[in-house]
């Protein structure tokens, strides 16, 4: 597909708003490609990536096997994403340690409006959409419930995770970065970006490959042959995360970190009015409503005709 300059600029800038979400455990960048406009072509394009594409590269030269693998718009996308994700996870920690209402305030309004933004694809509700909403809500929010493992940075477990985490960022609603945390693997991946620690990062990424490769190739025949019910399963996750976004929680349990520091373990939603800080309840609305809006950008900007 022929683009101008300015397109991938904008496919860029979508790219960083991925990174930025998957960088916060329990947000989504798979919502944000949706919203934007960008999710099935992302998917199609990697699930493209296959030994005839090599041959490609091997019988007909370096041009074409670019063109076949829609490598200027996986370029734009990945450079804002890498970018984003790397410098973003810095600031995400910082804010979710020191400011925690406030940014999942800005979150759960952002995917409020991605409920309503990815439902209304759907072209026909019957029973079994109801059913696919149903399932991928509850099987969302069973997750966002599940209290994280111990942290682990055994090179194999660590390239499981990488597989496992690069599926759940790329669907709508599930959050990769959750899944890092859930699998005790968040810290690990953390620390190994801030100390460049290259061999960590290498593991992690070869198995983000494996796991991108091989779900893409289920979620493009899925949505070529049940793309009704693959949409109401993916909204049915948007849905279920809402609890893990909801900005006032009560921690049950606690854990020590490596690091001597005790940090929350398992936490439950409860009312704002039920808080123990300050609840910044008039901030918090405001950021809700500013997250809601930012969705509405994203898609005018995933709406325009290239």
């Known amino acids: ?9 904008v ?12 960088a916060v455990p329990g947000v989504s960048g798979g919502t944000i490609a949706f919203i934007s406009g960008i999710y099935e072509e992302l998917i199609n394009t990697i699930s493209n990536v296959n030994v005839g594409l090599f041959k490609t590269l091997f019988n007909k030269g370096f041009k074409a096997f670019w063109n076949e693998l829609n490598g200027n718009f996986i370029l734009a996308l ?7 994700y790397v410098s973003f996870m810095r600031l995400a920690k910082y804010l979710l340690e020191n400011h925690p209402v406030l940014i999942w ?9 991605s409920i309503y933004f990815v439902g209304k694809q ?3 509700w019957n029973v079994i959409t ?4 149903f399932l991928g809500a509850v099987i969302a929010y069973y997750i966002s419930t599940l209290s994280s493992m111990a942290n682990n940075d055994n090179d194999l477990f660590l390239f499981f995770a990488g597989a496992l985490a690069i599926c759940a960022m790329i669907l709508p609603g599930i959050s990769g970065s959750f899944i890092l945390v859930i699998l005790g693997a968040y810290k690990t991946l953390s620390d190994a970006l801030h100390d460049f620690d290259l061999k960590k990062i290498a593991v992690f990424a070869c198995g983000a490959i494996i ?6 190739h289920l979620l493009k025949w899925l949505f070529k042959h049940y793309h009704n019910l693959t949409l109401a399963i993916l909204t049915g996750f948007i849905f279920g995360s809402l609890n893990k976004v909801w900005p006032w929680k009560e921690t049950l349990t606690w854990h020590i970190n490596s690091k001597g520091i005790e940090e929350p373990l398992l936490e439950k939603s409860i009312s704002p009015f039920s808080y123990a800080g300050d ?8 950021l809700m409503i500013i997250g809601f809006f930012t969705i509405f950008i994203l898609e005018r900007l995933g709406s325009k005709k290239d």
């Open 1 to 9: 597909m022929q683009r101008r300059f300015i397109e991938y600029v």
């Open 11 to 22: 496919i860029s800038l979508k790219g960083i708003a991925m990174g930025a979400a998957d």
């Open 78 to 84: 990945l450079s804002g994403i890498i970018v984003s």
């Open 105 to 113: 305030s800005f979150f759960f309004g952002l995917i409020i409006a």
């Open 122 to 124: 759907i072209t026909k």
């Open 130 to 133: 109801c059913l696919g909403l």
């Open 211 to 216: 796991g991108l490769l091989s779900f893409s």
């Open 279 to 286: 609840n910044h309840l008039v901030f918090a609305t405001v």
